[in-house]
């Protein structure tokens, strides 16, 4: 079983910035983690997956060029550097991590962490 846990969730307005974090209990090369987002009344969706340990990594068309995932491989640590947030960026975010070069659909998803809200202001 592994643990994830989040934080650096909070409230920040438009154009402001936040970073969440995640610790893992267990990371290896071979997961993927990532991070993904639900706002109230939607779906659970893919914001940014990293892999093989920091090698490569996917984002949401909705968030290029103003997030940045990056990961701890020694401190089991992975990281969503959020700048330039907009309103819609409102939502439940999760860390979670998978196998492989999943970790873009829910499914594909073998642990979830609890989540953190993110709420940006106009």
């Known amino acids: 079983q592994v643990h994830l846990v989040e934080s650096g969730g909070g409230s920040a307005q438009a154009g402001g910035s936040l970073r969440l974090s995640c610790a893992a209990s267990?990371?290896?090369?071979?997961?993927?983690m990532a991070w993904f987002r639900q706002a109230l009344g939607k779906e659970r969706e893919a914001v940014a997956v990293?892999?093989?340990?920091?090698?490569?990594?996917y984002y949401a068309d909705f968030v290029k060029g103003r997030f940045t995932i990056s990961q701890d491989n020694g401190k089991n640590m992975v990281y969503l550097q959020m700048n330039s947030l907009k309103p819609e960026d409102t939502a439940m975010y999760y860390c979670?991590?998978?196998?492989?070069?999943?970790?873009?659909?829910?499914?594909?998803?073998?642990?979830w962490g609890q989540g953190t809200q993110v709420t940006v202001s106009p």
């Open positions: 979670a991590q998978g196998w492989g070069n999943s970790c873009r659909n829910p499914p594909e998803v073998n642990y």
């Open positions: 267990y990371m290896y090369n071979t997961n993927c």
């Open positions: 990293i892999y093989s340990g920091g090698m490569s990594s």
